[in-house]
Protein backbone atom coordinates (compact mmCIF):
# COMPACT_ATOMS: atom_id res chain seq x y z
CA UNK A 1 0.00 0.00 0.00
CA UNK A 2 0.59 3.44 -0.47
CA UNK A 3 2.02 6.09 2.26
CA UNK A 4 -1.34 7.92 0.46
CA UNK A 5 -3.21 5.08 1.33
CA UNK A 6 -2.29 4.47 5.16
CA UNK A 7 -3.40 8.32 5.15
CA UNK A 8 -6.47 7.48 4.09
CA UNK A 9 -6.98 5.20 6.62
CA UNK A 10 -6.39 7.82 9.34
CA UNK A 11 -8.76 9.76 7.90
CA UNK A 12 -11.72 6.91 8.13
CA UNK A 13 -14.04 7.24 11.17
CA UNK A 14 -16.90 5.24 12.52
CA UNK A 15 -20.14 7.37 13.32
CA UNK A 16 -22.66 6.15 15.72
CA UNK A 17 -26.32 8.32 15.65
CA UNK A 18 -29.06 8.61 17.66
CA UNK A 19 -32.22 9.74 15.69
CA UNK A 20 -36.03 10.31 16.38
CA UNK A 21 -38.22 8.49 14.29
CA UNK A 22 -42.24 9.47 14.38
CA UNK A 23 -43.96 6.94 12.77
CA UNK A 24 -45.92 4.81 15.62
CA UNK A 25 -47.98 7.66 16.87
CA UNK A 26 -45.03 8.89 19.03
CA UNK A 27 -41.76 10.54 19.34
CA UNK A 28 -39.47 6.94 19.39
CA UNK A 29 -34.85 6.83 19.50
CA UNK A 30 -33.31 4.28 17.00
CA UNK A 31 -29.78 3.79 16.81
CA UNK A 32 -27.50 3.31 13.91
CA UNK A 33 -23.88 3.06 12.89
CA UNK A 34 -22.57 4.19 9.46
CA UNK A 35 -19.24 5.59 8.01
CA UNK A 36 -17.55 8.81 7.42
CA UNK A 37 -14.21 10.40 5.39
CA UNK A 38 -12.35 13.47 7.58
CA UNK A 39 -12.15 16.09 5.22
CA UNK A 40 -10.28 18.62 6.24
CA UNK A 41 -8.54 19.78 9.26
CA UNK A 42 -11.05 21.79 10.96
CA UNK A 43 -13.26 18.66 11.59
CA UNK A 44 -15.51 18.35 8.53
CA UNK A 45 -16.84 14.54 7.64
CA UNK A 46 -18.61 13.68 4.78
CA UNK A 47 -20.80 10.64 5.42
CA UNK A 48 -24.34 9.45 3.50
CA UNK A 49 -27.77 11.67 4.30
CA UNK A 50 -29.22 8.28 5.84
CA UNK A 51 -26.06 7.70 8.46
CA UNK A 52 -26.68 11.24 9.41
CA UNK A 53 -30.25 13.45 9.05
CA UNK A 54 -31.93 16.35 10.27
CA UNK A 55 -33.56 13.70 12.95
CA UNK A 56 -30.33 12.99 14.60
CA UNK A 57 -30.33 13.97 18.28
CA UNK A 58 -26.63 12.57 18.97
CA UNK A 59 -23.89 11.99 16.55
CA UNK A 60 -20.55 10.16 18.18
CA UNK A 61 -17.29 9.98 15.99
CA UNK A 62 -14.87 6.90 16.27
CA UNK A 63 -11.11 8.45 15.46
CA UNK A 64 -9.10 5.86 14.18
CA UNK A 65 -7.28 6.53 17.69
CA UNK A 66 -10.06 4.19 19.03
CA UNK A 67 -11.01 7.80 20.74
CA UNK A 68 -15.03 8.76 20.31
CA UNK A 69 -15.64 12.67 20.27
CA UNK A 70 -19.36 14.32 19.39
CA UNK A 71 -20.27 16.07 16.28
CA UNK A 72 -23.03 18.43 14.94
CA UNK A 73 -24.83 18.25 11.54
CA UNK A 74 -23.64 20.68 9.37
CA UNK A 75 -25.97 20.27 6.14
CA UNK A 76 -27.92 17.62 4.27
CA UNK A 77 -28.53 16.73 0.90
CA UNK A 78 -30.95 13.93 0.50
CA UNK A 79 -31.00 13.94 -3.45
CA UNK A 80 -27.48 13.05 -3.29
CA UNK A 81 -27.34 11.22 0.38
CA UNK A 82 -24.64 13.06 1.62
CA UNK A 83 -24.54 14.78 4.99
CA UNK A 84 -21.26 16.50 6.30
CA UNK A 85 -20.71 16.88 10.17
CA UNK A 86 -17.78 18.45 12.19
CA UNK A 87 -16.38 17.23 15.35
CA UNK A 88 -16.39 19.21 17.92
CA UNK A 89 -12.87 20.72 17.91
CA UNK A 90 -13.01 22.01 21.30
CA UNK A 91 -13.09 18.88 23.05
CA UNK A 92 -10.66 17.00 20.32
CA UNK A 93 -8.18 20.20 21.44
CA UNK A 94 -9.06 19.48 25.05
CA UNK A 95 -8.13 15.78 24.74
CA UNK A 96 -5.41 16.40 22.38
CA UNK A 97 -6.72 14.38 19.89
CA UNK A 98 -5.36 13.99 16.14
CA UNK A 99 -6.73 13.14 13.23
CA UNK A 100 -6.03 13.39 9.28
CA UNK A 101 -7.78 15.00 6.36
CA UNK A 102 -8.37 12.76 2.97
CA UNK A 103 -8.06 14.31 -0.61
CA UNK A 104 -10.53 13.71 -3.28
CA UNK A 105 -9.59 12.11 -6.36
CA UNK A 106 -11.21 12.59 -9.85
CA UNK A 107 -14.43 10.10 -10.60
CA UNK A 108 -14.63 11.34 -14.35
CA UNK A 109 -10.98 9.96 -15.15
CA UNK A 110 -12.12 6.18 -13.62
CA UNK A 111 -12.78 2.85 -15.81
CA UNK A 112 -14.34 -0.28 -15.47
CA UNK A 113 -11.75 -2.78 -14.37
CA UNK A 114 -9.71 -0.20 -12.39
CA UNK A 115 -8.68 -1.59 -8.60
CA UNK A 116 -10.94 0.25 -6.27
CA UNK A 117 -11.00 -0.26 -2.05
CA UNK A 118 -13.80 0.42 0.49
CA UNK A 119 -13.16 1.59 3.74
CA UNK A 120 -15.82 1.51 6.91
CA UNK A 121 -17.36 0.01 9.55
CA UNK A 122 -19.39 -2.78 8.17
CA UNK A 123 -21.62 -4.44 10.81
CA UNK A 124 -19.72 -1.85 13.59
CA UNK A 125 -16.39 -3.36 12.28
CA UNK A 126 -14.12 -0.40 12.27
CA UNK A 127 -11.71 0.02 9.73
CA UNK A 128 -12.38 -2.57 7.79
CA UNK A 129 -11.07 -2.46 4.05
CA UNK A 130 -12.63 -4.56 0.90
CA UNK A 131 -10.95 -4.47 -2.56
CA UNK A 132 -12.74 -4.75 -5.91
CA UNK A 133 -12.67 -3.43 -8.90
CA UNK A 134 -15.47 -0.71 -10.66
CA UNK A 135 -17.70 -2.18 -12.05
CA UNK A 136 -19.53 0.13 -13.83
CA UNK A 137 -18.64 4.14 -13.55
CA UNK A 138 -22.48 5.20 -14.65
CA UNK A 139 -24.57 3.28 -13.28
CA UNK A 140 -28.57 4.46 -13.69
CA UNK A 141 -31.31 3.61 -11.22
CA UNK A 142 -34.93 4.78 -12.41
CA UNK A 143 -36.04 4.60 -9.25
CA UNK A 144 -33.54 5.10 -6.75
CA UNK A 145 -33.92 4.09 -2.78
CA UNK A 146 -34.46 6.82 -0.99
CA UNK A 147 -33.34 8.13 2.43
CA UNK A 148 -36.55 7.76 4.99
CA UNK A 149 -38.71 8.15 2.27
CA UNK A 150 -36.62 11.38 0.33
CA UNK A 151 -35.92 11.31 -3.00
CA UNK A 152 -32.23 10.21 -3.99
CA UNK A 153 -30.06 9.86 -7.00
CA UNK A 154 -32.10 12.18 -9.79
CA UNK A 155 -29.45 14.18 -10.54
CA UNK A 156 -26.70 11.67 -10.38
CA UNK A 157 -25.22 8.19 -12.28
CA UNK A 158 -23.79 5.96 -9.63
CA UNK A 159 -19.98 4.11 -9.13
CA UNK A 160 -20.67 0.31 -8.69
CA UNK A 161 -18.26 -1.77 -7.20
CA UNK A 162 -17.21 -5.65 -6.38
CA UNK A 163 -15.67 -4.47 -3.55
CA UNK A 164 -18.05 -5.92 -0.52
CA UNK A 165 -20.28 -2.97 1.13
CA UNK A 166 -22.23 -3.91 3.71
CA UNK A 167 -24.65 -2.15 6.26
CA UNK A 168 -22.13 0.08 8.28
CA UNK A 169 -20.01 1.31 5.17
CA UNK A 170 -22.32 3.53 4.16
CA UNK A 171 -20.75 7.25 4.36
CA UNK A 172 -17.26 5.42 3.78
CA UNK A 173 -14.89 6.36 1.34
CA UNK A 174 -14.06 4.39 -2.38
CA UNK A 175 -10.50 4.88 -3.18
CA UNK A 176 -8.05 4.14 -5.62
CA UNK A 177 -5.03 2.70 -4.94
CA UNK A 178 -3.13 6.17 -4.01
CA UNK A 179 -5.97 6.68 -1.28
CA UNK A 180 -7.26 9.50 -3.20
CA UNK A 181 -11.30 9.19 -2.62
CA UNK A 182 -13.36 9.11 -5.56
CA UNK A 183 -16.55 7.97 -4.02
CA UNK A 184 -18.57 7.68 -0.96
CA UNK A 185 -20.20 4.25 -0.49
CA UNK A 186 -23.88 4.64 -0.47
CA UNK A 187 -25.52 0.85 -0.71
CA UNK A 188 -25.33 -2.79 -1.68
CA UNK A 189 -28.19 -5.10 -2.90
CA UNK A 190 -29.48 -7.06 -0.72
CA UNK A 191 -29.55 -10.69 -1.24
CA UNK A 192 -27.34 -9.88 -4.06
CA UNK A 193 -23.26 -10.55 -4.43
CA UNK A 194 -20.84 -8.24 -4.81
CA UNK A 195 -23.48 -5.11 -5.87
CA UNK A 196 -22.59 -2.49 -3.91
CA UNK A 197 -22.35 1.89 -5.09
CA UNK A 198 -21.00 4.96 -4.54
CA UNK A 199 -21.83 8.14 -5.10
CA UNK A 200 -19.04 9.79 -7.28
CA UNK A 201 -16.51 12.46 -5.86
CA UNK A 202 -16.83 14.59 -8.52
CA UNK A 203 -20.79 14.87 -7.70
CA UNK A 204 -19.90 14.86 -3.54
CA UNK A 205 -17.26 17.94 -4.06
CA UNK A 206 -19.54 20.48 -5.34
CA UNK A 207 -22.41 19.42 -2.66
CA UNK A 208 -19.75 19.76 -0.10
CA UNK A 209 -19.07 23.18 -1.32
CA UNK A 210 -22.98 23.94 -0.82
CA UNK A 211 -23.68 22.67 2.42
CA UNK A 212 -20.97 24.18 4.08
CA UNK A 213 -22.18 27.41 2.49
CA UNK A 214 -25.80 27.23 3.25
CA UNK A 215 -26.64 24.19 4.65
CA UNK A 216 -28.50 22.54 2.15
CA UNK A 217 -28.63 22.51 -1.32
CA UNK A 218 -30.55 24.59 -3.64
CA UNK A 219 -31.81 22.91 -7.15
CA UNK A 220 -34.61 24.70 -9.36
CA UNK A 221 -37.50 22.53 -10.72
CA UNK A 222 -39.90 22.57 -13.63
CA UNK A 223 -41.98 20.08 -13.71
CA UNK A 224 -40.56 17.60 -16.03
CA UNK A 225 -40.20 13.42 -15.46
CA UNK A 226 -38.12 12.76 -18.67
CA UNK A 227 -37.65 9.29 -20.27
CA UNK A 228 -34.33 7.49 -22.51
CA UNK A 229 -35.68 7.70 -26.02
CA UNK A 230 -33.89 4.64 -26.79
CA UNK A 231 -35.94 2.50 -29.34
CA UNK A 232 -38.27 5.49 -29.77
CA UNK A 233 -36.65 7.83 -32.35
CA UNK A 234 -38.56 6.01 -35.39
CA UNK A 235 -41.59 6.66 -34.15
CA UNK A 236 -41.34 10.67 -33.00
CA UNK A 237 -39.31 10.96 -36.22
CA UNK A 238 -35.70 12.41 -34.63
CA UNK A 239 -32.09 11.36 -35.81
CA UNK A 240 -30.66 9.46 -32.87
CA UNK A 241 -28.93 11.12 -30.09
CA UNK A 242 -31.25 13.81 -30.36
CA UNK A 243 -33.16 15.09 -27.81
CA UNK A 244 -34.80 13.70 -24.49
CA UNK A 245 -38.76 12.71 -24.24
CA UNK A 246 -41.07 14.58 -21.92
CA UNK A 247 -42.50 11.21 -20.17
CA UNK A 248 -45.11 13.45 -18.21
CA UNK A 249 -45.05 16.61 -16.58
CA UNK A 250 -46.25 17.75 -13.10
CA UNK A 251 -49.44 18.74 -12.62
CA UNK A 252 -49.54 22.48 -11.34
CA UNK A 253 -45.66 23.20 -12.14
CA UNK A 254 -43.93 25.08 -14.08
CA UNK A 255 -43.79 22.88 -17.36
CA UNK A 256 -47.10 22.42 -16.80
CA UNK A 257 -48.08 26.53 -16.64
CA UNK A 258 -45.75 26.83 -19.89
CA UNK A 259 -47.62 24.35 -22.01
CA UNK A 260 -45.96 21.48 -21.70
CA UNK A 261 -46.94 17.97 -22.77
CA UNK A 262 -46.28 14.47 -22.19
CA UNK A 263 -44.71 13.29 -25.29
CA UNK A 264 -43.08 16.59 -26.24
CA UNK A 265 -39.54 15.84 -27.30
CA UNK A 266 -37.12 18.38 -25.23
CA UNK A 267 -34.38 19.05 -27.85
CA UNK A 268 -32.35 22.19 -26.17
CA UNK A 269 -32.25 23.77 -22.59
CA UNK A 270 -30.92 27.34 -23.18
CA UNK A 271 -29.96 26.66 -26.57
CA UNK A 272 -27.45 24.10 -25.69
CA UNK A 273 -28.56 20.55 -27.46
CA UNK A 274 -29.85 17.46 -25.30
CA UNK A 275 -28.83 14.02 -25.77
CA UNK A 276 -31.30 11.66 -23.89
CA UNK A 277 -31.02 8.17 -25.55
CA UNK A 278 -29.96 6.55 -23.03
CA UNK A 279 -31.33 6.55 -19.50
CA UNK A 280 -27.39 7.11 -18.12
CA UNK A 281 -27.78 10.57 -19.87
CA UNK A 282 -30.92 10.93 -18.22
CA UNK A 283 -29.31 12.53 -14.81
CA UNK A 284 -27.08 15.07 -16.51
CA UNK A 285 -29.95 16.65 -18.02
CA UNK A 286 -32.01 16.84 -14.96
CA UNK A 287 -29.27 18.14 -13.27
CA UNK A 288 -28.48 21.22 -16.15
CA UNK A 289 -32.00 22.60 -14.88
CA UNK A 290 -31.65 22.09 -11.24
CA UNK A 291 -28.13 23.73 -11.41
CA UNK A 292 -29.80 27.15 -12.68
CA UNK A 293 -30.77 29.85 -10.73
CA UNK A 294 -34.43 29.74 -9.12
CA UNK A 295 -37.05 32.12 -10.27
CA UNK A 296 -34.92 32.46 -13.34
CA UNK A 297 -36.35 31.57 -17.41
CA UNK A 298 -35.13 28.60 -19.04
CA UNK A 299 -36.17 28.58 -23.00
CA UNK A 300 -36.96 25.04 -23.54
CA UNK A 301 -36.46 24.18 -27.13
CA UNK A 302 -39.00 21.46 -28.17
CA UNK A 303 -40.65 19.19 -30.66
CA UNK A 304 -44.06 18.60 -30.99
CA UNK A 305 -45.16 16.73 -33.37
CA UNK A 306 -43.40 18.46 -36.73
CA UNK A 307 -43.66 21.44 -34.68
CA UNK A 308 -40.91 22.78 -33.63
CA UNK A 309 -41.09 25.74 -30.35
CA UNK A 310 -39.32 27.83 -28.30
CA UNK A 311 -41.02 27.49 -24.12
CA UNK A 312 -40.12 29.81 -21.91
CA UNK A 313 -40.39 28.46 -18.29
CA UNK A 314 -39.79 30.06 -14.72
CA UNK A 315 -37.82 27.93 -12.21
CA UNK A 316 -39.20 27.20 -9.03
CA UNK A 317 -37.12 26.24 -5.59
CA UNK A 318 -37.21 22.66 -6.01
CA UNK A 319 -38.94 20.73 -2.83
CA UNK A 320 -39.27 17.22 -1.89
CA UNK A 321 -42.68 15.31 -1.44
CA UNK A 322 -41.81 14.76 1.96
CA UNK A 323 -42.76 17.21 5.04
CA UNK A 324 -41.53 17.52 8.58
CA UNK A 325 -42.48 15.18 10.74
CA UNK A 326 -43.62 15.40 14.40
CA UNK A 327 -45.08 14.03 17.23
CA UNK A 328 -48.20 14.79 19.65
CA UNK A 329 -47.68 12.04 22.38
CA UNK A 330 -50.80 12.85 24.45
CA UNK A 331 -53.05 12.64 21.26
CA UNK A 332 -50.96 9.87 20.22
CA UNK A 333 -50.62 11.10 16.57
CA UNK A 334 -48.05 11.61 14.48
CA UNK A 335 -47.93 14.12 11.30
CA UNK A 336 -45.98 14.93 8.22
CA UNK A 337 -46.30 18.46 6.76
CA UNK A 338 -48.41 18.00 3.67
CA UNK A 339 -45.47 19.34 0.95
CA UNK A 340 -46.46 21.47 -2.23
CA UNK A 341 -44.97 18.39 -4.25
CA UNK A 342 -46.72 16.27 -2.14
CA UNK A 343 -50.27 18.26 -3.10
CA UNK A 344 -49.44 18.58 -6.32
CA UNK A 345 -48.84 14.97 -6.74
CA UNK A 346 -51.95 14.04 -5.05
CA UNK A 347 -54.19 16.65 -7.07
CA UNK A 348 -54.99 18.24 -3.76
CA UNK A 349 -56.29 21.63 -3.58
CA UNK A 350 -53.55 23.47 -2.11
CA UNK A 351 -50.30 22.17 0.47
CA UNK A 352 -52.22 23.30 3.68
CA UNK A 353 -52.68 20.73 5.88
CA UNK A 354 -50.57 17.50 7.49
CA UNK A 355 -50.99 14.10 6.91
CA UNK A 356 -51.30 11.40 9.52
CA UNK A 357 -48.34 8.79 9.57
CA UNK A 358 -49.54 7.07 12.83
CA UNK A 359 -51.64 6.74 15.41
CA UNK A 360 -51.65 4.78 18.68
CA UNK A 361 -54.15 2.84 19.76
CA UNK A 362 -56.27 4.05 22.88
CA UNK A 363 -55.16 6.90 22.72
CA UNK A 364 -57.58 10.39 21.55
CA UNK A 365 -56.72 10.19 17.54
CA UNK A 366 -57.09 6.58 17.74
CA UNK A 367 -60.25 6.28 19.88
CA UNK A 368 -61.81 9.75 17.82
CA UNK A 369 -61.29 7.72 14.40
CA UNK A 370 -58.20 8.77 12.48
CA UNK A 371 -55.86 6.45 10.55
CA UNK A 372 -52.88 6.41 8.07
CA UNK A 373 -53.33 8.39 5.36
CA UNK A 374 -56.03 10.99 6.50
CA UNK A 375 -55.18 14.79 5.84
CA UNK A 376 -56.03 17.00 9.07
CA UNK A 377 -56.62 20.31 7.31
CA UNK A 378 -58.76 21.92 9.67
CA UNK A 379 -58.82 22.03 13.69
CA UNK A 380 -61.44 24.34 15.39
CA UNK A 381 -61.62 26.17 12.05
CA UNK A 382 -58.45 27.33 11.75
CA UNK A 383 -56.42 25.92 8.33
CA UNK A 384 -53.08 23.87 9.17
CA UNK A 385 -51.60 26.45 6.79
CA UNK A 386 -48.18 25.43 8.62
CA UNK A 387 -46.99 22.38 10.80
CA UNK A 388 -46.26 25.31 13.86
CA UNK A 389 -49.91 25.99 13.56
CA UNK A 390 -50.41 22.57 15.31
CA UNK A 391 -47.78 22.32 17.79
CA UNK A 392 -48.87 26.10 19.03
CA UNK A 393 -52.98 24.24 19.00
CA UNK A 394 -51.31 21.25 20.98
CA UNK A 395 -49.28 23.31 23.24
CA UNK A 396 -52.63 24.92 24.28
CA UNK A 397 -54.19 21.75 24.87
CA UNK A 398 -51.30 20.48 27.44
CA UNK A 399 -52.12 24.06 29.27
CA UNK A 400 -56.25 23.10 29.19
CA UNK A 401 -57.38 19.90 27.51
CA UNK A 402 -60.50 19.82 25.86
CA UNK A 403 -62.32 18.68 22.92
CA UNK A 404 -61.25 19.65 19.59
CA UNK A 405 -63.02 19.50 16.01
CA UNK A 406 -60.68 17.78 12.98
CA UNK A 407 -61.54 18.27 9.15
CA UNK A 408 -59.75 15.75 7.69
CA UNK A 409 -60.31 14.36 4.31
CA UNK A 410 -59.57 10.56 2.99
CA UNK A 411 -59.87 9.39 -0.08
CA UNK A 412 -61.39 12.47 -1.68
CA UNK A 413 -64.00 12.38 1.35
CA UNK A 414 -64.35 15.07 3.94
CA UNK A 415 -65.17 14.23 7.60
CA UNK A 416 -65.41 15.53 10.73
CA UNK A 417 -63.58 14.00 13.96
CA UNK A 418 -63.75 15.17 17.04
CA UNK A 419 -60.53 14.55 19.30
CA UNK A 420 -61.45 14.22 23.29
CA UNK A 421 -59.11 14.51 25.94
Known amino acids: MSSGFNQLLDAVVRIDVREVTFEPGARRLVAGVGSGVILSNDGLVLTN ?24 LVG ?69 EGVRGYETGTFNTWLQTDAAINPGN ?75 LINSVDPGSPAASAGLRSGDILLAINGQKVDGRFPEQLPPIQNMIASLPVGSTVHLSVKRGAQAMEVPVVTEKLESRMGEEWAFEKWGLSVRKVSRAYARENQLDDDSGVIVIGVQAGFPAAVAGLVAGDIITKIDQQPLTELEVLKHIYQSFEAKPASLLLLTTRDRRVSLYVLKP
Open 49 to 72: AHVASPYAVEISVTLPSLESVGAK
Open 170 to 244: SGGPLVTEDGAVVGINSRGFVGADNLGFAIPSNIARRVVDELLAHGSVTRSYVGIVPRALQNLERFYALALNTGM
Open 76 to 144: WDHWTDLALIRLDLDEVRRRGLTFQPATFGDSTALFPGETAYAVGTPYGLTRTVTRGIISNDRRYFEDS
